[in-house]
């Protein structure tokens, strides 16, 4: 939904020294000593968007032009200039903050009427693409065009309405208004807009509605007996918020075990899969060795051998006569020292073997050696995975078998929600087809006895619960079920009407429900400003010197529900002007934009200021 922003509040004039605040993009709060022009501001605020009377102080004398910064849906910048007491608004698609004597862009009228061609009211609502909506504006069903006026009455609410006994639907007090005020409500609420409503029905169209009727009758009582359950709307909902908090426990527990499940899982598949390449090069390690000690073994014995044939050769060459065992000679054929000569060559021949393999062997050692302690790591890690799969194996059987009941815990959870789901949606065409008998039932009673508008029982539950949740977030004592009462179109809380209780009360309920019903409208993509505009929403009054005045007649709302009031504020999903007395809370002092008027006091006294010197100051302060 398209929503406006307050970007300032001006007053100029010839030789008059410039007075304005600038509104922040969430929350303003403007607040200090009585008698300062707070007030006054709220009224400019009105009186600028179509009021009817400007509001009047002394220190206004002098000042000819009254100018309001907007900043429309699509971001570009408007000003609004109009003269105090004036019925025509200047509109400059620009941003003006002093004296403007420029053409203005378009001129349109204050005041909106039925056949208003060229209002403020026609203009804005196009900008906020709500100028097709209708409302009614009588019981015989004629409607109007949706007003800028219906909006500002509920989003920019002056002290003296904030505290008023009438209901802050109700513009007036006046009969003639509650039908559309009543209308205009559930079009917010609703989104729905009015159509143009036949006045009068002949007698057969009357029969036709009232066959309708029956037949819807027929229909919503078998919607009825198809209800499994006699819970309302609102216990079911209770329910099924209660079940959803049980669900989302159970889910967040399933999440853990499941993920203790499949981490065990992983980590079992992993280990699988190391311990069969670890055995498989156990296998590979150990042939090996057992190959290289084969190898070894043959070396050894090879020197062993060469050993004997030393001996052996040395022994034959010298003791022996006859054919040489060497080389075959005869004795004959032999020379002096043959023998020697030969014994001597079969030495270094051995020799020369000797060291062939020892040196082989001695590089075998170091390679079985290292393939012994390959095996003896190989088999330590075979072992260890063998410890972790076991373990990963018991961890996967407990969390399967966690996992089991909670799963059907979970869907028994989930059946439970889908058939409350279920119940609601039955509901909801119940409340649809009575809502459509509701209207079939005013056409045929006729003009004179036609039904109030009517807000489906879901749709106003759930602003009573966004109303009752406001109040909460504040603290405020004394007013628990809080609720709107679309017949008497007043609020309830504490089992008493609005317009019963002190001043203290009054306000702030009355402030609840405008910033409630802002953020449903906000929430919810409803017609809405999307600014509130509250003075004093929750001390009805304090005096500059004095800070210990009573709020209330009957209940104390303390500096608790003060501090509470502001952060569930700064929260807000559109834009906030706090007009208050007392100080608010340092956090807010820090995040908001803040004006402080001191009345007597240093700094800014007040909306206008005192002389030239201070506007400057105050100019080159902002």
């Known amino acids: 939904m398209s929503e406006l922003r307050l970007v300032h509040l001006t007053y100029a004039g010839m030789n008059k020294p410039t007075a304005s605040v600038d509104f922040g993009p969430a929350l303003t709060v403007i607040y200090g000593a009585s008698d300062t022009g707070k007030s006054f501001i709220v009224e400019s605020i009105e009186y600028m968007l179509g009021g009817g009377q400007a509001p009047e102080v002394p220190e206004a004398d002098g000042y000819s032009q009254i100018l309001l910064g907007l900043r429309l849906p699509d971001g570009t910048p408007l000003t609004l200039m109009r003269a105090p007491n004036s019925s025509t608004i200047h509109l400059y698609r620009s941003d ?24 403020l009211s026609l203009f804005l609502m196009q900008e906020l693409a709500l100028a097709d909506l209708k409302v009614r504006k009588n019981e015989a069903g004629a409607s109007r065009s949706l007003a800028l006026r219906d909006l500002v009455h509920l989003s920019v609410i002056p002290e003296t309405r904030m505290v008023a006994p009438l209901s802050p639907v109700l513009p007036s007090a006046a009969a003639s208004g509650k039908t559309a005020a009543a209308s205009v409500m559930r079009l917010l609420l609703t989104g729905e807009s009015d159509p143009d409503v036949d006045t009068g029905l002949n007698a057969g169209q009357r029969r036709v509605n009232k066959g309708k009727i029956t037949l ?107 054919t040489c065992v060497f080389c075959g000679a005869e004795p004959e054929h032999q020379h002096p020292g043959h023998s020697e000569h030969e014994t001597t060559q079969l030495h270094l021949a051995v020799q020369n073997e000797t060291a062939k393999t020892t040196s082989l062997l001695a590089d075998l050692l170091p390679t079985i050696e290292d393939l012994l302690a390959q095996f003896e790591t190989l088999t330590q890690r075979r072992a260890s995975l063998l410890q972790d799969t076991a373990r990963m194996d018991r961890e996967i059987a407990t969390t399967q078998d966690q996992l089991a009941p909670m799963r059907a815990r979970m869907e028994e959870h989930l059946h439970a929600r889908s058939e409350i789901e279920r119940n609601l949606e039955l509901h909801e065409r119940i409340d649809e087809l009575e809502q459509r008998r509701s209207r079939l039932d005013g056409e045929t009673m006729g003009r004179t006895q036609r039904p109030a508008n009517y807000v489906p029982n879901r749709i106003l539950t759930s602003f009573d619960e966004a109303l009752r949740r406001t109040l909460e977030a504040w603290k405020v004592p004394s007013v628990e079920f809080a609720e709107y009462d679309q017949y008497a179109m007043d609020i309830r809380a504490g089992g008493r009407a609005r317009s019963s209780r002190g001043k203290g009360v009054r306000s702030v309920l009355h402030s609840a429900f405008t910033t409630a019903l802002a953020q449903f409208c906000l929430d919810n993509d409803r017609p809405h400003p999307g600014f509130i505009v509250l003075d004093s929403p929750v001390v009805t009054y304090r005096d500059p010197i004095m800070d210990d005045e009573p709020v209330g007649e009957d209940v104390d709302l303390t500096s608790y529900v003060v501090d509470q009031f502001y952060g569930d504020m700064l929260d807000f999903p559109g834009q906030a002007v706090i007009i208050e007395n007392g100080d608010p809370p340092l956090n807010v002092l820090s995040e908001a934009r803040i ?10 006294r007040g909306f206008f200021p005192t002389d030239l010197q201070e506007a400057e100051a105050d100019t080159l302060s902002r």
């Open 96 to 119: 003006h903050r002093s004296v403007v004597t420029d053409l203005a862009d378009a001129q349109v009228t204050a005041a909106h009427t039925a056949r208003s061609k060229n209002s």
């Open 216 to 322: 819807l009758d027929q229909i919503i009582l078998d919607l009825q007996s198809k209800l499994t359950t006699n819970e309302n709307v609102r216990e079911l909902r209770d329910r099924q918020v209660r079940l959803q908090a049980s669900i989302d426990e159970h889910s967040t527990t399933l999440r853990v075990i499941t993920d203790r499940h499949l981490t065990a899982v992983t980590t079992r598949m992993r280990a699988a899969e190391e311990l069969a390449t670890v055995e498989s090069r156990l296998g590979e390690t150990g042939d090996l060795v057992a190959r290289f000690r084969l190898l070894e073994d043959q070396y050894r014995s090879d020197l062993d051998r060469l050993e004997m044939v030393t001996e052996a050769g040395s022994l034959l060459g010298y003791f022996r006569v006859g």
């Open 595 to 604: 004006y402080r008027f001191t009345g007597k006091g240093p700094g800014r």
